[in-house]
Nanobody, 122 residues
Framework: QVHLRESGGGLVQAGGSLRLSCLVS????????VGWFRQAPGKDREWVAS????????NYADSAKGRFTLSRNIADNAVYLEMSRLQPEDTAVYYC???????????????WGQGAQVTVSS
């Protein structure tokens, strides 16, 4: 069993930055990848980025490229999503999830956190 808990959400002005953390407990190596998704009100859940827990290589959605950076710290059992140049359209609940492989598809991830609200004001 793997448990995930997000933290670091909040309110930020457009152009600002936030860092989201995802603390992974249980047996993180059982699931070899962590992904971040977001869901805005009235919209489908959208993939943001994913990272291989073993190798540390990350992939990004086009909306995140150049603005977001995903990293992991094995010693801390944590994954970090650094977000910069945030815009109002980035407002959403952000979820981290664990799965067997890095994927941009939500149903490939078996374990999910509760989510962290990110609100970007204009």
């Amino acid at each position: 069993q793997v448990h995930l808990r997000e933290s670091g959400g909040g309110l930020v002005q457009a152009g600002g930055s936030l860092r989201l953390s995802c603390l992974v407990s249980g047996d993180p190596f059982r699931e070899s990848a962590v992904g971040w998704f977001r869901q805005a009100p009235g919209k489908d859940r959208e993939w943001v980025a994913s990272i291989s827990w073993t190798y540390g290589n990350a992939n990004y959605a086009d909306s995140a490229k150049g603005r977001f950076t995903l990293s992991r710290n094995i010693a801390d059992n944590a994954v970090y999503l650094e977000m910069s140049r945030l815009q109002p359209e980035d407002t959403a609940v952000y979820y981290c999830a664990a799965g067997p492989l890095p994927s941009d598809t939500a149903h490939h991830y078996a374990f999910w956190g509760q989510g962290a609200q990110v609100t970007v004001s204009s």
